[in-house]
């Protein structure tokens, strides 16, 4: 089930995100914490949720486990469609 919440319907690609709200992403999807994050950023803990908040309205998602599952998807799932599978 939450693989299915997790994938955006509407096409969503990580270039929907801004190169900010990636990184962002990138941090979260990899375990960091929102003050891991903020640290490796050299931003604020409240600009961390402000990018997140953003992340989750652009993917469609309501969490960061969500959005690290869509990010996994989006970003791993990129190349398998020129494939062909």
């Known amino acids: ?3 299915e919440t997790a994938q955006p319907s509407d096409g ?3 270039t929907a995100l801004t190169p900010r709200e990636r990184e962002v992403l990138a941090m979260v999807a990899s375990g ?5 994050a903020a ?9 961390i949720k402000f990018h997140l908040a ?3 309205s652009r993917l469609g ?5 969500e959005a690290a599952v869509a990010y996994m998807r989006l ?6 469609e020129k494939d062909g599978a």
Do not use: D, K
């Open 61 to 65: 998602v309501s969490n960061r486990t």
């Open 32 to 36: 960091l914490t929102n003050a891991g």
């Open 75 to 80: 970003s791993n799932g990129a190349g398998s």
């Open 54 to 56: 953003g992340i989750y």
């Open 1 to 3: 089930m939450l693989e």
């Open 12 to 14: 969503t690609t990580l």
């Open 39 to 47: 640290e490796r950023l050299h931003i604020s803990i409240h600009a």
